[in-house]
Nanobody
Framework: QVQLVESGGGLVQAGGSLRLSCAASGSIFSRNTMGWYRQAPGKQRELVAFISNDGSTKYTDSVKGRFTINGDNNKNTVYLQMNSLKAEDTAVYYC?????????????WGQGTQVTVSS
């Protein structure tokens, strides 16, 4: 079992920044990859970024150059730094963990945190 607790969402103006955090506890074998999905109203949940335990990362095209994912192994926490935010980044952001390496297939989910970007 893995427990994931997100924080850091909120309301920000377009062009601003936010940093999301995802604190993990539980089995390390289910945390070989951690990352973020998001879901906007009326849309499907989409992958934003992930990081594997060797530091390899992947980003969806729409956030490349604006978002950065990194991890702090000592704190069992993954961060998503979001810069140059746009209105289309508005969504609920969900942290996930996977037992697979470099995997977007979630085994566990956090509860989600709302990010709202005003234009």
């Amino acid at each position: 079992q893995v427990q994931l607790v997100e924080s850091g969402g909120g309301l920000v103006q377009a062009g601003g920044s936010l940093r999301l955090s995802c604190a993990a506890s539980g089995s390390i074998f289910s945390r070989n990859t951690m990352g973020w999905y998001r879901q906007a109203p009326g849309k499907q949940r989409e992958l934003v970024a992930f990081i594997s335990n060797d530091g390899s990362t992947k980003y969806t095209d729409s956030v490349k150059g604006r978002f950065t994912i990194n991890g702090d192994n000592n704190k069992n926490t993954v961060y998503l730094q979001m810069n140059s935010l746009k209105a289309e980044d508005t969504a609920v952001y969900y942290c996930y963990s996977s037992g697979g390496y470099y995997s977007a297939l979630a085994d566990y989910w956090g509860q989600g945190t709302q990010v709202t970007v005003s234009s």
